[in-house]
């Protein structure tokens, strides 16, 4: 139980089995079995190095041994999507990986609008180009990293329209990357991790603080892909380079993981739709009901009064 609980997150793990993360992680508090903290899972992904405590000894009185059955199959949660399924082959296999060029040569049109847009944008308060508003793509870089942040983004806008996927910007209010994937957008930021510190005011600053800036901002020189979708289950939506492997060799990943957050979001909108289909053919049954109450209502109210012109009838 200890290798399971740090070999996945606890929700995911607990859908293996008919039980709840709750109970799950109740589980292990009686066996005395560390379990990964709070953000653990988001820092890993994320490149962190981290560690794990060793399991520790027994304590006498502790049960050594628990019983979790394993979830059925015919419930859905284990069926995998053939999709998803085929996208995971697909990006496997070694012709099929992401090449990122060395220099930004025949770019895709979206990729040139936002090199354009971004020539003339200015660094912001924490560093990064902050162009205006229009159809460029979230790209959120200091000037330095810009080049390559052009050339990841050419390689993979085409990489998704070779796979059959779509990508667009919001419009001209925003700046947003929306990829199209089984029939979901999904927006996309590419940006570089900045380390936020709160301001340290100089002597000068003292005599008018309130002038001076709250936050200081220091560019790390590392690029991260986002994607900015919610869901309930906890998927990877985060790559970010590392000490071993760069964003340009991680490329088929954040294409996986598209067609994986895809999927969930598409399975998240027809669940929403069939229980919104659900309570309007709820709502109707209960109109119909209220329908026949009222007319049953109105045939007894009109037999009732017949009845007392019939009696009054007999007494004349």
Known sequence: LYELVWSEPMVRLARRFAVTDVAL??????????????????RKETGYRVGRP???????GIITDVELQLRE??????APNPEVEAQRAFEARPENRIVVGQRLASPHLLVERTRLAMALAK?????????????????RVTPRLLPRALRIMDAFVKAVEARGGRVNTKGADQRETRVEFLGERIPVLLEERVIRTRHILTEAEHRHPYQAPRWDY????????????WTSEPLRKRWADSAKRRLEDVLNDVVLGLVVVADATRARR?????????????????IEAERQ????????????RQ????TKAQQV
């Not at 660094?123 to 790209?139: E, F, K, N, Y």
Request: hydrophobic share 30%; aromatic share 4%; charged share 40%.
């Open 54 to 60: 060793a399991l520790p000894p027994l304590k006498p």
């Open 73 to 78: 199959p015919a419930d859905g949660t284990l």
């Open 270 to 286: 027809l669940q929403r739709e069939r229980e919104e289909r659900e309570r309007q053919e709820a709502e109707l049954r209960r």
């Open 307 to 310: 009845v007392e012109s019939w």
């Open 123 to 139: 660094p912001g308060p924490d560093g990064c180009l902050d162009p205006a508003r229009g159809t460029s793509l979230d790209i």
């Open 293 to 304: 109450r009222r007319e049953e209502l109105e045939r007894r109210q009109l037999f009732e």
């Open 25 to 42: 992680a109740k589980t292990c508090k009686r066996m005395g079995i560390p379990v990964p903290p709070r953000g653990y899972w988001r």
């Open 218 to 229: 220091a560019p790390t020189g590392k690029l991260r892909i986002e994607l900015k979708e």
